[in-house]
């Protein structure tokens, strides 16, 4: 069974930085996309930023309102992506979740559909 | 703002048909046949229930099924039950910045 467990989310100041965790297990890791949406209490989905597996450069894409602020990283050996969150808003609270796609035979859909979740962290910016 | 626009609210009663619209822009809908629902109960995290436009994960009931046109994607629920009630996001494919832009949710409700 794939599971996606998020750790890390809390209360911090504006201007703060916070750094979750998502660790993963029942799928091979060090092949997967892993992807980042949060949702702001009482509102929708918003897709945030998602790591490619090194095959595919390990690379990352971020949505424009965390851009330059959010940084997503990965650690194969220990089936973990992280999510470090630098200069906070007041904005950014809500629930992080961590999600991945799927493949079905040589067609995967990492970045258009996300058929496993975290039970996500919560994130509040206060003062 | 939410990227795509989904009606707030929709209900119907037990055994009829409902459809949730989801409209984009010819930047995402239109251009890519990626579209995706999602089921919410409250406090759960969202559920795959469709994506590629029309397809149905291994496991979800034939009663849900979605189509698109032009820049417009549907979700439609038949034989509606009690458990269907929940919200229900979709979401498309931009290929662009932000590569994934979600509805900002339809709360269905079963009368």
């Known amino acids: 069974e794939v599971q996606l467990v998020e750790s890390g989310g809390g209360l911090v100041k504006p201007g703060g930085s916070l750094r979750l965790s998502c660790a993963v297990s029942g799928l091979t890791f060090r092949t997967a996309w892993i992807t980042w949406v949060r949702q702001a209490p009482g509102k929708g989905l918003e897709w945030i930023g998602r790591?490619?597996?090194?095959?595919?450069?390990?690379?990352?894409d971020y949505a424009a309102p965390v851009k330059g602020r959010f940084t997503i990283s990965r650690d194969d050996s220990k089936s973990t992506v992280y999510l470090q969150m630098n200069s906070l808003k007041t904005e950014d609270t809500a629930l992080y979740y961590c999600?991945?796609?799927?493949?079905?035979?040589?067609?995967?859909?990492?970045?258009?559909?996300?058929?496993?979740w975290g039970q996500g962290t919560m994130v509040t910016v206060s003062s | 703002q939410s990227a795509l626009t989904q009606p707030a609210s929709v209900s119907g009663s037990p055994g009829q048909s409902i459809t949730i619209s989801c409209t984009g822009t010819s930047s995402d809908i239109g251009s890519y046949n990626y579209v995706a629902w999602y089921q919410q109960y409250p406090g759960k995290a969202p559920k795959l229930m469709i994506y590629a436009v029309s397809i149905r994960p291994s496991g979800i009931s034939n009663r849900f099924s979605g189509s698109k046109s032009g820049n417009t994607a549907s979700l439609t629920i038949s034989g509606l039950q009690a458990e269907d009630e929940a919200d229900y996001f979709c979401?498309?494919?931009?290929?662009?910045?932000?590569?994934?832009?979600f509805g900002g949710g339809t709360k269905l409700t079963v009368l």
């Open positions: 999600t991945a796609g799927f493949c079905i035979g040589t067609t995967c859909h990492w970045d258009d559909a996300f058929s496993v």
């Open positions: 790591t490619k597996d090194k095959t595919n450069g390990g690379t990352t």
């Open positions: 979401s498309s494919y931009t290929g662009s910045t932000n590569l994934v832009v």
